[in-house]
C-alpha cells in the first residue's frame, strides 16, 4: 500500500461523484422531464451543470430561465424514482480499487437522502463497506458545515481532535473540502470533471482525477 494510504488511521467519503455515479441517460431523463413539466428546455450542457452543480453555474442557469430554485427542486424530487436511480448506479473503477486495500474506519457523508442512499448501497452490494453513512439534512446542516462530518466521525468511533489519529476527507465539490478543513482533516478534491468544466479549480491538500492516484504526483497547487 502507498504510504501516502498508510499514514491515515481513517476515511470519510462522499458518496455521488466520488464514489459512484449515475448513467448520463438516466440524468438526461430525470431533467428533461422536470423541463417539461416546469416548461423549459435544458441543453445537454445544463442538464450536466444542473446535476453536478458545477460553480454557480447551477443558480445562474435557473435565474436566467426564471425558475425559483425551491420550485425546480420539488419537481426534481416528485420525479426521482430512488430504485430507478439504483439502477443506473454504478460504482466507479478506481473507487472499488482504493477502498478494497483500506484496512481502517471508513466512513461515507453525502448529500444525498436517505431515501435515494440505500437502494443504491443495497444494490451495489456496499453498505457493509463502511462503518457509517451519513445523509445530510436540513437539521444537521449540510457541508461544508462540520456537524455533518463530526457526526460521521462519531459513528465511526473515531475523533478528528486525537491527535494520535490522522483523518481525511475526499470528495468531488469545493463543499467537501471546505468540510474536511473546517473538521481538521485533509481534504483530496476528486475531480472527474476537469476544472475547465466545473468553471472553477478547486484546491485541496491533494487533487486527483481518479481515487486511485492519490499519493501519486499530484499534488494541488495549494500544496506545492
Not at 15 to 40: F, M
Not at 90 to 106: Q, V
Not at 137 to 164: C, F, I, Q
Amino acid at each position: 500500500m502507498d504510504s501516502t494510504l498508510e499514514s491515515y488511521d481513517f476515511w470519510v467519503f462522499d458518496l455521488d461523484g466520488t464514489l459512484v455515479d449515475v448513467e448520463s441517460s438516466y440524468t438526461s431523463e430525470v431533467i428533461t422531464t422536470v423541463g417539461d413539466r416546469l416548461g423549459h428546455e435544458f441543453s445537454e450542457w445544463e442538464t450536466t451543470a444542473l446535476w453536478y452543480g458545477f460553480g454557480t453555474h447551477r443558480n445562474t442557469l435557473l435565474a436566467e430561465k426564471g425558475i425559483d430554485p425551491a420550485h425546480f427542486w420539488s419537481v426534481f424530487h416528485d420525479v426521482e424514482d430512488a430504485e430507478a436511480r439504483a439502477a443506473a448506479t454504478f460504482l466507479y473503477d478506481d473507487a472499488e480499487r482504493l477502498l478494497s486495500t483500506l484496512d481502517c474506519p471508513i466512513g461515507v457523508v453525502t448529500h444525498c437522502q436517505r431515501y435515494l442512499t440505500d437502494p443504491v448501497l443495497d444494490q451495489l452490494h456496499i453498505r457493509d463497506w463502511f462503518d457509517a453513512v451519513f445523509c445530510c439534512t436540513d437539521e444537521t446542516g449540510w457541508k461544508p458545515d462540520p456537524t455533518p462530518v463530526y457526526e460521521t466521525l462519531a459513528r465511526m468511533g473515531v475523533h478528528s481532535n486525537d491527535a494520535s489519529d490522522a483523518g481525511v476527507l475526499a470528495g468531488d465539490s469545493p463543499q467537501d473540502i471546505g468540510a474536511a478543513w473546517n473538521v481538521g482533516l485533509d481534504g483530496i478534491h476528486v475531480e472527474r470533471h476537469g476544472h475547465d468544466r466545473r468553471g472553477i479549480c478547486v484546491l485541496g491538500d491533494q487533487r486527483v482525477a481518479q481515487l486511485d492516484e492519490i499519493g501519486a504526483s499530484h499534488r494541488s497547487p495549494a500544496t506545492d
